[in-house]
């Protein structure tokens, strides 16, 4: 059987899916999907990419995750170093998917799609779930392509997301901005947000070097957690803590957004810094929609 080009597939999950998505312009309806583009009621039109994916933004937004950002995280991750993290997510969302025969799973800052693809992987998951992917940076949805699947990626943005209302049964937001009117709007009224955030400890190895080029040295994740619980009933909370090697510090270092305001000469510095472990430091919390008093 010939092999279909990822522009072809991505036709067909737009069409299987037309049903949930709606203008992000005028929020109405997506009416046609034609050769190369998506049109809604009002003739508002967005480009299909040959590469497999839909663009839903009218402008190009500035963001400092570029290629090179994503291809070091790609490295980083092809060493399993977030291992730990990807099981966890695929544990709750096995648990959150099993009492419905197809569940609709988004993930609202998905980046280069490492761990929808994982979920996409998942036996058990792949069979229940619908995957959905958006990121604001172009670049991180091209990147999310490169894998082999049948997931929707799209360029939107988490703020105006181009779904019907309570249209998710799982919103993925892993060490991302959250949205959290957008959430609960298309998530319904039985879904869940599976947030991870940073605590601490995290990546504090490189925090330290570079500690005098950077305005926050020390992290916290309180007011992330306080506006979290403000709008949305914790169900699930666990903290995943471990320190990692790599062989690969340039990426390591080059992933994160950390070192984003750093110089060539000062990413070259901490390059040749003696880091020999990095702490994976995160906070895993699974929330409801609160229930109206």
Not at 107 to 132: R, V
Not at 218 to 246: E, G, P, Q, V
């Amino acid at each position: 059987m010939k092999k279909l080009k990822k522009i072809e597939v991505l036709r067909i999950l737009l069409n299987d899916n037309i049903e949930i998505l709606r203008c992000p312009v005028c929020k109405n309806t997506i009416k046609t999907i034609n050769e190369n583009s998506l049109v809604c009621e009002n003739n508002h039109c967005f480009n299909i990419s040959k590469k497999g994916y839909i663009n839903l933004l009218k402008n190009n937004a500035k963001t400092i995750y570029d290629k090179s950002l994503f291809e070091s995280r790609s490295k980083i991750y092809d060493e399993k170093i977030y291992e730990n993290l990807s099981r966890e997510i695929i544990d709750i969302v096995g648990k959150y998917s099993g009492n419905k025969d197809i569940n609709y799973v988004l993930d609202t800052g998905c980046g280069e799609g490492y761990y929808l693809n994982q979920l996409y992987l998942e036996e058990k998951i792949n069979k229940k779930c619908k995957l959905f992917g958006i990121d604001i940076s172009r670049e991180g949805i091209s990147f999310a392509t490169r894998h082999e699947n049948d997931i929707l990626w799209s360029v939107s943005d988490l703020s105006n997301l181009p779904f019907k209302n309570s249209k998710f049964d799982i919103i993925l937001d892993i060490l991302s901005p959250s949205n959290y009117r957008e959430f609960t709007r298309v998530l319904n009224k039985d879904g869940v947000v599976i947030k991870v955030v940073p605590e601490e400890h995290y990546l504090k190895e490189i925090r330290s070097e570079i500690k005098e080029n950077i305005k926050k040295y020390t992290y916290s994740n309180k007011d992330i957690i306080n506006a979290f619980k403000d709008n949305l009933d914790i169900a699930y909370d666990k903290r995943i803590t471990y320190k990692t090697t790599t062989s690969n510090l340039e990426d390591f270092i080059k992933m994160t957004p950390l070192t984003s305001s750093l110089s060539k000469e000062q990413i070259n510095e901490l390059i040749k810094s003696n880091i020999k472990t990095i702490t994976i430091d995160l906070r895993v919390i699974v929330g409801k929609i609160k229930e109206s008093i």
